[in-house]
């Protein structure tokens, strides 16, 4: 007999049995304009918050996550690996692959810390800040070239493209003869549209490219630290870095630029669409880091999905069992979208707060140039608001074309008058 008092142990509760895979969906490439948000990713959400995707190159299929929380999760968890997705013919949006081996987006600690470590010095917040003030020079010139000319005009040809290429090249240390050559390779490999053998030649032509310009500044002892090529050239020059995993660093960071040509064409889009957000932004300036922040969290800032994980072990994610091998992407764009984080959140709030956007992604892999990227925008919007009176469509909206094939999504151009 128990003494008074004493309690038994409740026998341990059973594990739930996995929940049934959710079925495969195909999610196709389509080239979507404007700025609405892609119905497939749509769909996706209201299915559950853990499915699964087929996407148009690649074999197989792949989980897709698409809740905040475990975004968040995934991203920041060793127990997917970006590295044996080098290993793997997972299922994806582009015809061709591509990082080269080595490159530090498919790398996992601690050699990814190892690598973003050689450049962290360009990156930190008084590195970046140190590019301001030629950065807003550069973009004043442009600004004062273009109203010196008069309108129409193309933003994206004359501001959106040529600025962020000048300042990441700046930052890299490319000489400014060199850029137009990496602009083109840069557009051909973001591209599916012209096929995955253009795409590989112009990633071979740039890390060729690369390749020569750490051979160059190897003996430079230090004198080019500022740049991105002189740190890993250094890095190189030291053992801490290996030629071809510098050269992959490089070429990442590059073609990095670019997006901010095309998520600036997207904020742009929006606030020439919806003249009370701009009416607003001159009226209180101090409105306007809260308002990027929240362009950033809006705006549809890459087609389908970006890079994919494999996990190591076998995991259970909201009842469903992900084994070890099998590879899983999550959406940063529908996790910017969670209804539990973000209050109302297909609409733009410019005064949004709290807004902890995943925009540059979370985690280990968070974006190196995201600094970078945030001081762009942000000079870009000010010269938008400041320097252009009653900036408008030159032409209906409906006429716009966005990029086809691209994997970054973005206007090709912007054709916009002034008074």
């Excluded at 975004?71 to 997972?90: C, Y």
């Excluded at 040529?162 to 930052?171: D, Q, R, T």
């Excluded at 890095?235 to 990095?256: F, R, W």
């Amino acid at each position: 007999m128990l003494n008074e008092g004493t309690a038994t142990a409740s026998p341990a509760a059973a594990p739930s049995p996995p929940l049934e895979p959710p079925p495969v969906r195909f999610w196709p490439a389509m080239d979507l304009t404007g700025v609405d948000f892609d119905p497939v990713l749509s769909e996706l959400m209201a299915e559950g918050p853990v499915t699964r995707i087929q996407l148009p190159n690649g074999s197989g299929w792949a989980w897709l996550l698409t809740r905040y929380d475990d975004v968040r999760m995934v991203t920041n968890d060793p127990r997917f690996s970006r590295k044996l997705v080098a290993e793997h013919d997972v299922t994806r949006l582009a015809p061709h692959f591509i990082p080269v081996p080595g490159a530090i987006g498919f790398e996992d600690p601690p050699d990814h810390t190892r690598l973003r470590r050689a450049v962290a010095a360009a990156f930190t917040s008084r590195g970046v800040e140190r590019l301001r003030a030629h950065a807003a020079e550069t973009l004043d010139e442009m600004v004062t070239g273009l109203l010196r000319e008069g309108p129409p005009a193309d933003l994206t040809e004359r501001l959106l493209a040529p600025f962020p290429l000048a300042v990441v090249c700046e930052l890299m240390g490319v000489p400014a003869a060199d850029r137009p050559r990496l602009h083109e390779w840069t557009t051909l490999i973001l591209s599916s549209a012209q096929g995955a053998e253009r795409s590989e030649e112009a990633k071979t032509q740039m890390c060729a490219y690369f390749a020569a310009a750490l051979r160059e500044r190897r003996g430079t002892g230090g004198q080019d630290g500022e740049h991105v090529l002189g740190l890993l050239a250094t890095a190189v020059a030291e053992g801490q870095v290996a030629q071809e995993e510098a050269v992959g660093l490089a070429l990442l960071i590059q073609i990095g630029g670019e997006a901010v040509t095309n998520n600036t064409g997207n904020m742009a889009y929006i606030l020439l669409s919806n003249p009370q957000h701009v009416a607003r932004l001159r009226e209180e300036p101090a409105l306007r880091a809260s308002a990027l922040d929240e362009l950033l969290r809006f705006i549809p800032h890459r087609s389908a999905v970006g890079l994919s994980r494999i996990a190591l072990e076998d995991i259970t994610i909201r009842g469903h069992l992900i084994r070890a091998g099998e590879a899983v992407y999550v959406s940063y764009l529908a996790a910017n979208r969670d209804p539990e984080v973000f209050r109302d959140p297909d609409r733009l709030v410019l005064d949004r707060s709290p807004n902890p956007h995943v925009s540059f992604g979370y985690g280990p892999h968070y974006c190196v140039g995201g600094m970078l990227a945030r001081l762009e925008s942000e000079l870009l919007l000010d010269a938008l608001l400041d320097r252009f009176e009653d900036l408008r469509f030159a032409v209906p909206p409906q006429e716009l074309r966005w990029r086809p094939g691209a994997l970054i999504r973005g206007p090709e151009g912007l054709l916009v008058t002034w008074s």
